[in-house]
């Protein structure tokens, strides 16, 4: 059968059909057409000494491959009271996972296997908790209830999270609207995964039982903007109290995402608040995209509850593929079946996301539910189609496939064949449904991939192995007496200074915020070059220098201070860094000669302008149409900076250059 559209045809056919714009085009009127519609669960780590539960050290890394012993679960699904199976279970058991635990004595006990009772909850913890809670606004609770919350993905021992529920419905402000939130509770950190690999996931356990917070937004926010900022303020509310771990994997995010018919599906994990607004934007276009699929094979299929697939064990010695993977099946002890799709033909091969069609929504469950590693399946539907159109006829034929049907090749382990077929109808089923329920795993270029089923909402039950602890009012008073000077107002200061976005997290996470401001207000000193000398040049030193033990932030003010007293031009408090951070006690002067700087007037600064001009014309570089002018200020800028303003000598350049070209 002639195909009428390639895959690639068919896969921009369809992401114009639905009305897909690339998210740096995307206006409102956009996300209204669609209904987006986000909310956000962020998490952060709070520092305390002991871990929530046991009074084991917290924030100690294994930073190497090092442990002391393994442990070995598997997970299995047991009967509710109301004799029902949570569905996450059953996908998880379906799995056959081997789940590895590799602990470290000094950071690990009994109680994170469930073979010890709980201590008492670490009352710091609470306290941080009861804290940061007041500055979002919340209700404190009267009584806190410890509860059971699921985890049912290997990530913690026991099966389960101990949380429990701190504040309730708060709010935040963002620059142009209040985002509700629904509660902040405090509870257990998980393990974190270092591989996945077929039937076997194996984490380290360092971080289990660290107690942290999550806060609960409403899903107020209408665009991805939005979505970035509500995260971005909420972890600036955490910092402001300096009682929160910073760092890579200190705060992680959830983000919840639906569209108009669609259904709430929760990205976890993003570690990054600026993959935030493009992942939010894929989402809900690819919720978008399902819809549509919905609504054409509707059309197709007149009762879908009848509709089956086929399939068929293959030899591959009947077919002549050209894939790697394809070819090495046999002598990889792996089966190979056919798979026949009624009414499919297009579909796999229509858009998603950026880069991905409706077929990879089928090759990721395999991968997650049937434990198959990629590739594990290809169909002339594919955007790079694995084999020729030749291959696939025949495919065709053995399976006598009809116009209008689609096929397909997989393959894995015998004994995950049976997952695999389940896996394939269940999911073209879904199809037929429109958005399953499901968290995904994020990655940096915006799109994402099946993680697992969503859990339900009878995921929490009561922890009969903790009372009830009542928060007392004058407690909540005390800790309300002594919030952080620090709040959303310094969010929206530094906002309408015009401050870089990426300088907030480094501000925010030393509680520079007080310094700054008294630098812009008390000072006179520009508010973006304060900013940008912390959290982007400062922070460079950092980084590559080792720090003395008598350095302050204030050092750094009060030299910029002591630099412009003299009349020199602020730029040269930058290559003084590196040598205030290891010799703080070096006065100015000394600084100063340290870098061999050197008073020159303007005019000395410029005498070589001419000069440059000439030599530049006769070497005759290639390059922009400022190349002149970048090439001169590439010359002069040693000798300028201190002296003069940078700013400044570019403009006497780019006038001695435009009046030389007249």
Same mark, same amino acid.
């Given at each position: ?77 047991? %009967? ?9 279970? %059953? ?101 974190? !995964? ?141 089966? %190979? ?7 499919? !033909? ?13 077929? @990879? ?15 594990? +399946? ?21 399976? *006598? ?23 394939? !109808?269940?999911?073209?089923? +879904? ?155 070096? @006065?100015? @002067?000394? %600084? ?15 005498? *070589? ?18 190349? !002149? ?34």
């Amino acid at each position: 059968m002639k195909r009428k559209t390639t895959p690639a045809q068919n896969y921009r056919n369809t992401m114009k059909s639905i009305g897909y714009v690339p998210r740096k085009k995307a206006t409102q009127a956009d996300y209204d057409r669609i209904g987006f519609m986000s909310g956000l669960e962020v998490h952060q780590q709070l520092k305390t000494d002991e871990k929530l539960f046991c009074r084991c050290p917290a924030g100690i890394y294994q930073d190497d491959d090092s442990y002391d012993a393994e442990v070995i679960r598997h997970m299995r699904p047991t %009967l509710s009271e109301l004799g029902e199976y949570d569905g996450t279970a %059953l996908m998880e058991f379906k799995t056959r996972k081997n789940i590895i635990y590799r602990i470290k004595n000094e950071t690990t006990c009994t109680y994170e296997v469930d073979d010890t009772p709980p201590f008492p909850i670490n009352r710091k913890a609470v306290d941080i908790s009861i804290e940061i809670s007041l500055l979002k606004k919340l209700n404190i609770v009267g009584e806190i209830h410890i509860t059971r919350k699921q985890y049912l993905d290997g990530s913690i021992p026991t099966g389960f999270q101990r949380t429990a529920i701190i504040g309730v419905e708060g709010a935040i402000g963002l620059k142009n609207k209040t985002v509700r939130l629904i509660q902040l509770s405090v509870e257990e950190d998980s393990c974190r !995964e270092i591989s996945d690999v077929g039937h076997w996931r194996t984490y380290k356990t360092d971080r289990l039982g660290m107690p942290l917070i999550e806060t609960v937004t409403y899903p107020d926010m209408v665009n991805p903007g939005e979505v970035a900022e509500a995260c971005q303020v909420i972890r600036f509310l955490n910092r402001s109290t300096g009682k929160v771990r910073t760092g890579i994997g200190a705060a992680r995010q959830d983000v919840n995402v639906s569209c108009r018919g669609g259904t709430r599906v929760e990205i976890k994990g993003v570690s990054r608040i600026k993959w935030i607004p493009e992942l939010t934007h894929n989402e809900a276009f690819r919720q978008w995209a399902l819809l549509h699929i919905r609504e054409e094979l509707n059309k197709r299929v007149s009762n879908p509850e009848q509709w089956q697939m086929e399939a068929a064990e293959l030899n591959p010695r009947l077919f002549s593929f050209r894939a790697r993977a394809l070819k090495g099946i046999r002598n990889a002890g792996m089966k %190979l079946y056919g798979v026949k799709l009624p009414y499919f !033909e297009g579909i796999l091969s229509h858009f998603t996301q950026p880069g991905k069609v409706f077929a @990879d929504e089928i090759s990721d469950r395999l991968k997650v539910v049937a434990c198959i590693e990629k590739p594990n +399946m290809c169909t002339n539907d594919s955007l790079n189609p694995m084999e020729p159109a030749s291959v696939y006829g025949q495919l065709r034929d053995m399976l *006598d496939a009809k116009p209008g049907d689609a096929v397909l090749f997989f393959w894995g382990p015998e004994d995950d064949i049976k997952t695999a077929l389940e896996t394939i !109808e269940e999911r073209c089923r +879904m199809a037929f449904e429109g958005v399953p329920n499901e968290t995904r795993k994020s990655f940096e270029d915006g799109t994402t991939i099946f993680e697992r089923v969503l859990p339900g909402a009878d995921r929490m039950y009561p922890d009969t192995d903790s009372p009830p602890i009542p928060l007392l009012d004058e407690d909540i008073e005390r800790l309300g007496s002594n919030l952080p000077t620090l709040n959303i107002d310094a969010y929206h200061t530094l906002k309408g200074w015009g401050i870089p976005e990426d300088t907030y997290t480094y501000l925010f996470r030393n509680n520079l915020f007080p310094l700054l401001k008294k630098m812009v207000d008390d000072d006179g000193e520009d508010a973006v070059f304060a900013a940008t000398l912390f959290a982007h040049r400062l922070k460079f030193v950092e980084g590559h220098f080792e720090k003395a033990s008598g350095f302050r932030y204030e050092l750094v003010a009060d030299t910029l201070k002591e630099v412009r007293a003299r009349g020199l031009a602020r730029e040269i408090v930058i290559p003084v860094l590196p040598l205030l951070y290891q010799h703080p006690k070096m @006065d100015v @002067d000394s %600084l100063l000669t340290s870098i061999g700087f050197m008073p020159l007037s303007e005019d000395e600064v410029l005498a *070589d302008l001419s000069f440059l001009q000439q030599k530049f014309r006769s070497i005759r570089l290639n390059g922009t149409e400022n190349a !002149e002018t970048d090439w001169l200020m590439g010359q002069l800028r040693a000798r300028a900076l201190g002296n003069i303003p940078l700013r400044q000598l570019k403009e006497k350049i780019a006038e001695a250059v435009a009046n030389n070209h007249q």
